[in-house]
């Protein structure tokens, strides 16, 4: 694979930062700053490569562009239609953001296990409200994707004492993760088939799976139908749960409540029964920021392996999804 582009156009968040860190790195590059929505026709035209999280609003082709390299772990939103020309390399930051995703994972655990809304609107009447506060330590999780924000979330939950299961495609770990004491964090590693038998006994359900062909939908309906009263987290895409029966899952009792970050559609759209509902905790896709540091060197290391001949590590198998 020999792609050396010189001609960089870097469209995202802090796109002025990333191109600087990469120009102090590599001074004979040119570069182009600018966002997504700024983005012209001239710009790809002179790129050789596009470094961003999405392609640029309406842009149905993306010129000279030979090489994309997406600012964002998840690499849905440029394999969505109208797609990449099979002829453009795609590579995608190898920044781990399991750290960040995990600590808003146990925010929200803490956040309904302490009461704390319902103490904010006593607090608010000025009301005295003595409830009793259950402890997060005995309770169970179900993490959906043991990868690298699954495991983060799941090793987290697990020093806390929470009983940690966890579901992947085949029911197994490529890195199995230990406690500091040399326990496993997992109880028991189970197939994506075992997920509806493995919710009626969980307090917590973790979605944690990127946006691929198998893991659409995977949270669906029939799959909420078994849960008794678990409150759903969702960080890894919006495609893997059925958002649209999440009101009758809250209604029913089958979901106590839901903390979501990813949305089928983002924004979510202000129509959305979610916004209303005091059960559902809503955060705008920022559970796991890019940073300029990760953008810049996971793009540095994939250059370095095109001029060295070698296709990049961080290459994305577009019929996997990731």
């Not at 949270?219 to 749960?241: I, K, W």
């Amino acid at each position: 694979m020999v792609i050396t582009p010189r001609n960089v156009l870097i469209a995202t968040r802090d796109s002025d930062a990333i191109a600087a860190a990469i120009q102090a790195a590599r001074p004979a590059l040119a570069l182009r700053a600018t966002l997504p929505p700024q983005v012209t026709a001239d710009d790809l035209h002179w790129a050789e490569a596009y470094v961003g999280f999405k392609r640029p609003p309406d842009a149905t082709t993306l010129g000279r562009v030979r090489w994309v390299h997406c600012t964002g772990a998840g690499i849905d939103a440029w394999l969505a239609p109208p797609g990449l020309d099979t002829g453009i390399l795609l590579t995608r930051t190898p920044e781990s953001f399991g750290p960040a995703i995990a600590e808003w994972a146990v925010a929200r655990v803490f956040a309904v296990q302490q009461q704390l809304l319902d103490l904010a609107a006593a607090q608010r009447d000025h009301r005295w409200a003595p409830r009793d506060l259950p402890l997060v330590a005995g309770t169970r999780a179900v993490v959906v994707g043991i990868g690298d924000v699954g495991g983060a979330i799941a090793t987290k939950l697990a020093a806390l004492g929470v009983l940690v299961h966890g579901v992947s495609r085949t029911g197994a770990s490529a890195a199995p993760r230990v406690q500091p004491d040399g326990t496993p964090v997992f109880q028991a590693i189970y197939p994506i088939t075992a997920l509806g038998d493995l919710v009626g006994d969980a307090d917590w359900i973790v979605l944690a799976l990127p946006d691929t062909p198998r893991s659409r939908g995977v949270f669906s309906r029939e799959v909420m139908a078994r849960c008794r009263g678990a409150l759903l987290l969702n960080a890894g895409r919006g495609s893997v749960l059925d958002e649209g029966a999440l009101p009758e899952a809250l209604e029913r009792g089958w979901l106590r409540g839901a903390a979501l970050d990813v949305f089928a559609t983002e924004p979510l759209p202000v129509a959305s029964p979610l916004w209303d509902d005091s059960r559902v905790l809503i955060s705008p896709h920022c559970s796991g920021p890019t940073t300029v540091e990760g953008a810049a060197s996971g793009f540095l290391e994939c250059l370095a392996d095109l001029e060295q001949g070698r296709v990049p590590r961080w290459a994305v198998d577009r019929e996997r999804g990731y």
